[in-house]
């Protein structure tokens, strides 16, 4: 299996991937829909580089389905992708330039699980932060990635993650009680 950097065509796969991710945590009420719609549109103008302000902008690398009987030149079956962007900090001691990355959406398919592809796509996600100078990668680790992250070398960050939510407003999946439930934050 070889990773590849996706494109805007890979935008509906890239979200279906969050879906399955939302999924393993118990999903997402089907009264939300739409933010597959959103999700979709946003994917693909961010990995078109379609957004002001935005020099880098947001990355994903994929793995492809080699079962996939799509046609040549048709977007094509994910089996596995992450999403990743440069966040701009203030800068601080160790970091001049308060460049900042961070992983999100790391979804293998349920049938393609502890294979390998999401060692492989965290890795392309790495090299590119690398290639691109970034020295500190943040991302949630919700409780199935965790091993995985561990195992590439991250580590609790340096101070808890805290988040505040509107009155009202909806946890994601990995916050609420369930067999999903995050090992920290989500
Ligand atoms: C988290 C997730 C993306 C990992 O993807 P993956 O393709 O299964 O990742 P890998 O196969 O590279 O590694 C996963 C585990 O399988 C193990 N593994 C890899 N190849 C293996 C093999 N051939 N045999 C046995 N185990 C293997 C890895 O060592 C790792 O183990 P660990 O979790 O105990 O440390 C995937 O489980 C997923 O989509 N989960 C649901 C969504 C989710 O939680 N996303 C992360 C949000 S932060």
Redesign the pocket.
């Known amino acids: 299996m070889t990773v590849r950097r996706a494109t805007p065509a890979d935008a509906a796969e890239l979200t279906r991937?969050r879906a399955?991710?939302?999924?393993?945590?118990g999903g997402a009420d089907p009264d939300e829909g739409d933010w597959e719609v959103a999700c979709t549109r946003m994917l693909a103008e961010q990995l078109a580089g379609a957004v002001p302000g935005n020099p880098v902008g947001v990355v994903a690398f994929v793995v492809d389905d080699p079962d996939d009987p799509s046609l040549p030149g048709r977007p094509g079956r994910l089996?596995?992708g992450?999403v990743g962007w440069i966040e701009r900090h203030l800068p601080g001691p160790g970091n001049r330039t308060g460049a900042r990355g961070h992983?999100?959406?790391?979804?293998?398919?349920?049938g393609?699980?502890?294979?390998?592809?999401?060692?492989?796509?965290?890795r392309a996600l790495l090299d590119y932060f690398a290639y691109h100078g970034v020295s500190r990668v943040d991302?949630?680790?919700?409780?199935?990635?965790?091993?995985?992250?561990?195992?590439e070398g991250f580590q609790d960050a340096v101070a808890p993650a805290l988040s505040w939510y509107a009155p009202g407003a909806r946890l994601p999946p990995?916050r609420q009680p369930g067999p999903?439930t995050?090992e920290r934050a989500?």
């Open positions: 991937l399955e991710m939302f999924a393993a945590y089996l596995a992450g992983i999100a959406s790391m979804s293998t398919v349920p393609a699980r502890r294979q390998g592809l999401g060692r492989l796509v965290l991302l949630f680790a919700a409780r199935m990635g965790s091993g995985l992250y561990r195992s990995w999903g995050a989500g």
